[in-house]
Nanobody, 126 residues
Framework: QLQLVESGGGLVQSGGSLRLSCTASPATLLGYNIGWFRQAPGKEREGLACISSRNGFRKEEDSVKGRFTISRDTPQNVVYLYLMFLQPDDPATYFC???????????????????WGMGTQVTVSS
C-alpha cells in the first residue's frame, strides 16, 4: 500500500481554479490507478475522477466533467486534479486514493481503492 499526500487546497473565490496534487512518498505511483474523491460534511464520499497507470485512461464523473480534469506526470510522480469554475457547492475535503493494478481502465467506486491520503480542504467564497 502506498502512503499518499494531497496538497493544493485552499480558499478560492467562486469561479476560481485550483490545482490539487497527489504524491506518494517514498514509493512511485507507477503501477497504481489513482482516483480523486471528495466528501463534504454530512454528505457521502463522491468519486470525481480517476486515471489508469497502464495507458492513461481517464474518467470524470458526469457532474464535474468539463470543470475538473485529472492528469498524471509519471516522471514527477504526481497526479493532479485541476478544479475550474469552482462553485459554492464544491467545498469539501478532497482525497486521492490508489489501487494496485496494471489495467487499461479505472473506476470511481471508492471501495475499489485500498490506500487513501489524509485529504486537502477546498473552500469557495461567494
Amino acid at each position: 500500500q502506498l502512503q499518499l499526500v494531497e496538497s493544493g487546497g485552499g480558499l478560492v473565490q467562486s469561479g476560481g481554479s485550483l490545482r490539487l496534487s497527489c504524491t506518494a512518498s517514498p514509493a512511485t505511483l507507477l503501477g497504481y490507478n489513482i482516483g480523486w474523491f471528495r466528501q463534504a460534511p454530512g454528505k457521502e464520499r463522491e468519486g470525481l475522477a480517476c486515471i489508469s497507470s497502464r495507458n492513461g485512461f481517464r474518467k470524470e464523473e458526469d457532474s464535474v466533467k468539463g470543470r475538473f480534469t485529472i492528469s498524471r506526470d509519471t516522471p514527477q510522480n504526481v497526479v493532479y486534479l485541476y478544479l475550474m469554475f469552482l462553485q459554492p457547492d464544491d467545498p469539501a475535503t478532497y482525497f486521492c486514493a490508489s489501487r494496485r493494478g496494471d489495467v487499461p481502465s479505472c473506476t470511481l467506486a471508492d471501495s475499489a481503492y485500498d490506500s487513501w491520503g489524509m485529504g486537502t480542504q477546498v473552500t469557495v467564497s461567494s
